[in-house]
């Protein structure tokens, strides 16, 4: 990659990082109120993602033909910011990325068992006796799944029988299952289809 784009990245990454910042701490100083003052203009809280896209469109303006895929999250416990995630990576970059990459990085993640095993791991960290007793798997069959996550870097084992998210793992369920969760991107079954229509004709 370029260091004239790197660069540019690096800048987009710090405005987004201030951006949170700036929210957050506007967020903190009128929260009783469920709204914020953001350089005098109104700001309610479903907004916030609304004013960051402003801003990545603003750095972008000087580009006639440029586009930024933007991957990011924020996540606050006990009022306290305890972890985010921030990439704006290059159009062209997305456009151009060796499709073999992207298998590598999906792959793990093609079998739902595997899947509950990051989301479960996204809560807190856990022993494969308390996985097993959640997922309902046993022995085997749950290690099989723990070791493929652990090959693709998405967990660790950070004491015996005690697995954890690698930051890794952190951002690829965030934003795999972010995806997922969007309204309408899933297509609905066929079974789910019937249930809505025998529902619209009662």
């Not at 990011?72 to 009022?79: N, S």
């Not at 959640?134 to 652990?150: A, F, S, T, V």
């Not at 870097?153 to 015996?160: F, M, P, V």
């Amino acid at each position: 990659m370029p260091n004239n784009l790197k660069k540019e990245i690096e800048e987009l990454r710090t405005i987004v990082e201030k951006l949170v910042k700036d929210v957050e701490r506007l967020k903190k100083e009128t929260e009783s109120k469920k709204r914020l003052e953001l350089k005098g203009v109104p700001l309610k809280e479903e907004q916030f993602v609304d004013y960051i896209l402003k801003a990545l469109e603003k750095a972008l303006e000087e580009k006639p033909d440029a586009g930024l895929v933007f991957v990011g999250g924020i996540e606050r416990k006990d009022g306290k910011i305890v972890d985010s995630f921030f990439s704006g990576i290059e159009l062209k970059d997305v456009i151009e990325c060796p499709p073999k990459k992207v298998v590598k990085v999906i792959a793990p993640l093609s079998n739902e068992n595997r899947i509950r095993i990051l989301q479960e791991l996204l809560k807190n960290t856990k022993t494969s006796s308390e996985l097993s007793s959640i997922l309902g798997l046993e022995g085997g069959q749950l290690y099989h799944h723990l070791k493929e996550l652990m090959l693709a870097g998405y967990i660790q084992a950070i004491e015996r029988g005690k697995y954890a998210l690698t930051s890794r793992g952190c951002i690829a369920i965030r934003t795999i299952a972010g995806l997922a969760s969007i309204p309408g991107m899933i297509t609905p079954t066929l079974e789910e289809i019937e249930e809505k229509l025998k529902e619209e004709k009662q």
